[in-house]
């Protein structure tokens, strides 16, 4: 029955300390990644300023051509919102709303995903002339819950994220500079 206590006792303690270090870990949760189009910023900005658009090169449309996608409201407009559903693990279940739109500069959206897991985060596009082209950053913020926090020590966000987004840029500048 010793045994037993002593091994209760240090799990216990085990679970205290992971609780108590996730007091200390940052809940934000970020990620970005930019890359240079050799195309003048009007011509990126029909790429991504609706999400027809983004669909043509959207790493998760090469995951599931066949996902159910809807839109509300009008495309490219603040209050516009694509819902899409699919069974490919790396696509799941959500929305996505557009909240903000400065033409020819950035396009953000409230993002919600119930499948795979619950979570929300800010997504962007942004778009800046850069000599002749144009540098297209893209990405999204976002805060993990406590504690499950604590796992961004086990985690590296880089590596899970820059799969996707260099396969989405690398579509996003070969449909910009091969119209």
């Known amino acids: ?19 108590i270090s996730a007091l200390f870990i940052s809940k934000d949760a970020s990620y970005e990644k930019s890359i240079i189009i050799n195309a003048p910023v009007e011509d990126v900005w029909q790429h991504v300023a609706t999400f ?13 051509p066949e996902m159910k996608k809807e839109l509300t409201g009008i495309d490219g407009t603040v209050g516009a ?35 795979p897991y619950e979570s929300e985060a800010k997504g962007f596009i942004k778009l800046e002339s850069e000599g002749n082209g144009t540098k297209v950053t893209w990405g999204f913020n976002s805060e993990m819950p406590y504690p499950f ?7 590296n966000l880089d590596e899970m994220m820059e799969e996707d987004w260099n396969l989405g840029l690398t579509k996003l500048k070969d449909l910009c500079e091969n119209p």
């Open 52 to 64: 027809e658009a983004q669909g043509k090169w959207s790493p998760w449309g090469v995951y599931d």
């Open 149 to 155: 926090n604590l796992m961004k020590l086990f985690m």
């Open 1 to 19: 029955m010793k045994t037993v206590k002593k091994v209760g006792i240090v799990l216990l303690g085990i679970i205290a300390i992971a609780l």
């Open 81 to 115: 919102k694509q819902s899409w559903d699919s069974e490919h693990e790396k696509v799941g279940k959500g929305t996505q709303t557009i909240f903000n739109v400065v033409p020819l500069q950035i396009i953000e959206t409230d993002l919600k995903f119930y499948i």
